[in-house]
C-alpha cells in the first residue's frame, strides 16, 4: 500500500481531449512522472465507476472520455489496458457498457472492456470479513484507478477508496451489505478491500460531480478539475479538505488511517496555478442521510429503533423491479405494476435500491429523531 501522502489537483473544465490530456500531464508531473507508477509491457486494469447504465452527462459515472484520455497516455508508453468494473447486479452489464459510452469508446480505442461477473475470482478472508476479488483485478501487475467524484447516502463520499469495492463482482456486493448491514462495519469491509488490491495511481474525474443525495440520485456539480494520487486514501482526505466534510463522518478512511496515521498532518497538496479555495464550490450539499452516519455506535445501539434511514417509493416509479432485485435483505416485494412495498423492519438503510433506481423515484429518509436533530442542529 503507498503512504506517499502527495495529491495533485488541476483545473479541468471539460471533457475535451485536449484539456483532459492537458490536465493528466499535470498531475503526473507534480507526482514524478507516469513511469513511477507503470512501466512498459505490464498488464494494466483500468478501473472507472460503472455503478449503472446512466449516459454520461447524469455524473453518475466516470466520463467516458477520462478514460479514453488514460488509455491514448499509457498506449504512448506502449501499454495497452484493459478496462473493467462490475456494476450493480440488478442492472444488465450490456445495458451499462452502452449507455455509459464506455462499449463504443473501447471499441474505438482498441480496448478489452473485461466482464468481471465471468472471469472467475479468488476468495479472501481476514479476520470475520471474507469476500472475492474478481481474478483479473488480481492478475493485473498494476491498477489505475478512476472514479467519479460523488457524495454517497450510505459512505458520505465515493470516490477514490470506494471505488474499489467494485472488484467484488456480481451479486456479492449486495449480499455483504446485508452480512456488514451497519456503517462502522461496511466501512471496515470497504478498508480490507483496499489493503488486498491497492491502485498504484487513481485519478479523480471530479470535472463534474455529484452532490446532493447521490451516488445516483442526486445533481451534477460543475466541480472542474481532475485530482490523481498514488495513495486513494490521501486523495479521499483531499477531497474532504475541498468539500469541508469531516473525515471521521467517512468510516472507511477511519480504519485506513490507522495503517498511515501522519496522513492528515502531512498530506502534501500539489497544484499548477489554482489553489484549493478557487476550486472549492460555493455550495457542495452533502446527503440528507448524513446524520444517521455521525451518530457514535454506543447511541446507535440504545436509540435503535429510533435512528434509521429507509426508502421511500415515490410517484416517478415506473414498476420496473430494479430495487426488488437489489435487495439483499428482501425488504422490498412488488406486485404486477405496481409500486413496491417496503417492510420497514427487514430494511438496513444500505440505500442499494436507491442507487440503482433509473428514475430517480427513490428517495432515502430518514427517522423523525434524526430529523429533529438536523433542524435543530443537534449533531
Not at 449503472?52 to 467516458?64: L, N
Not at 465515493?158 to 462495519?185: E, I, R, S
Amino acid at each position: 500500500m503507498n503512504n506517499n501522502n502527495t495529491v495533485a489537483i488541476a483545473k479541468c473544465s471539460t471533457y475535451d481531449q485536449a484539456d483532459l490530456r492537458k490536465a493528466i500531464d499535470q498531475l503526473l508531473a507534480n507526482l514524478g512522472g507516469l513511469s513511477a507508477f507503470v512501466k512498459p509491457g505490464q498488464n494494466v486494469l483500468i478501473k472507472p465507476n460503472l455503478l449503472t447504465d446512466r449516459t454520461p452527462d447524469e455524473a453518475t459515472t466516470t466520463h467516458p472520455e477520462a478514460i479514453r484520455a488514460i488509455i491514448r497516455m499509457l498506449k504512448e508508453q506502449n501499454i495497452t489496458p484493459v478496462v473493467a468494473d462490475s456494476p450493480s447486479s440488478a442492472v444488465k452489464l450490456e445495458l451499462v457498457w452502452e449507455k455509459t459510452g464506455f462499449k463504443s469508446m473501447c471499441r474505438e480505442e482498441n480496448v478489452e472492456l473485461v466482464n468481471l461477473e465471468q472471469a472467475g475470482s479468488s476468495e479472501f478472508q481476514t479476520g470475520r470479513f471474507r469476500f472475492n476479488i474478481a481474478k483479473p483485478v488480481l492478475d493485473a501487475n498494476a491498477i489505475i484507478n478512476v472514479p467519479k467524484v460523488k457524495t454517497h447516502a450510505f459512505t458520505t463520499l465515493t470516490a477514490a477508496v470506494k471505488n474499489m469495492y467494485g472488484v467484488v463482482p456480481g451479486y456479492q456486493k449486495a449480499n455483504l451489505h446485508k452480512l456488514h448491514p451497519t456503517m462502522p462495519d461496511f466501512g471496515k469491509l470497504i478498508a480490507e478491500i483496499y489493503r488486498k488490491v491497492s491502485p498504484v495511481l487513481t485519478i479523480a474525474d471530479a470535472v463534474i460531480g455529484m452532490d446532493g443525495d447521490g451516488p445516483s440520485g442526486g445533481n451534477p456539480i460543475n466541480l472542474g478539475f481532475l485530482a490523481a494520487s498514488g495513495n486513494a486514501v490521501a486523495l479521499d482526505l483531499a477531497l474532504c479538505r475541498i468539500f469541508k466534510i469531516k473525515p471521521e463522518s467517512i468510516y472507511y478512511l477511519k480504519y485506513l488511517l490507522k495503517d498511515n496515521p501522519l496522513c492528515i498532518k502531512e498530506l502534501i497538496i500539489k497544484t499548477t496555478d489554482i489553489n484549493i479555495e478557487s476550486i472549492r464550490p460555493a455550495q457542495f450539499n452533502l446527503p440528507s442521510t448524513i446524520l444517521a452516519r455521525l451518530i457514535p455506535g454506543p447511541l446507535v445501539k440504545l436509540f435503535g429503533p429510533l435512528i434509521w434511514v429507509r426508502p421511500v417509493i415515490t410517484d416517478k416509479c415506473i414498476s420496473c423491479g430494479r430495487c426488488v432485485n437489489a435487495c439483499a435483505m428482501k425488504a422490498l416485494s412488488m406486485q404486477s405494476k405496481q409500486k413496491p412495498v417496503l417492510e420497514a423492519k427487514k430494511c438496513i438503510g444500505c440505500c442499494c435500491c436507491h442507487e440503482v433506481c433509473p428514475e430517480k423515484a427513490i428517495k432515502m429518509t430518514q427517522s423523525p429523531l434524526l430529523n429533529i436533530a438536523r433542524r435543530g442542529k443537534m449533531l
